[in-house]
Nanobody, 127 residues
Framework: QVQVTESGGGLVLPGGSLRLSCRAS????????MAWFRQAPGKEREFVAYVPWSGGRPSYADSVKGRFTISGDKAQNMVFLQMNSLEPEDTAVYYCAARGNRLVLSAIHRPDQWYYWGQGTQVTVSS
């Protein structure tokens, strides 16, 4: 059984920062490809960021470029999301997604292409 566990959410003032962490463990793969998604109330789940273990450039949603940074530890199957200059529009439940097989870049934005999900961590940006 693959387990995906996120941590690091919370309440923060506009302009503040948070760092999310995620670990994938278990299952039959030594390495998992991982990404961050988020879902705001009444909205569909949307892609946030992805880091390719091959050493290529990370991918970001346009709405978070320049403010969020994704990083990871391939050996530990961990990814991190540093979120700076947070805005009320960033309020959502943030989910970590994982899969054992490599995914083409054109498909990383699609939630239905990711097999394993964490329980989500709430991020609330409010004054």
């Amino acid at each position: 059984q693959v387990q995906v566990t996120e941590s690091g959410g919370g309440l923060v003032l506009p302009g503040g920062s948070l760092r999310l962490s995620c670990r994938a463990s278990g299952g039959t793969f030594d390495r998992y490809y991982m990404a961050w998604f988020r879902q705001a109330p009444g909205k569909e789940r949307e892609f946030v960021a992805y880091v390719p273990w091959s050493g290529g450039r990370p991918s970001y949603a346009d709405s978070v470029k320049g403010r969020f940074t994704i990083s990871g530890d391939k050996a530990q199957n961990m990814v991190f999301l540093q979120m700076n200059s947070l805005e009320p529009e960033d309020t959502a439940v943030y989910y970590c997604a994982a899969r054992g097989n490599r995914l083409v870049l054109s498909a990383i934005h699609r939630p239905d292409q990711w097999y394993y999900w964490g329980q989500g961590t709430q991020v609330t940006v409010s004054s």
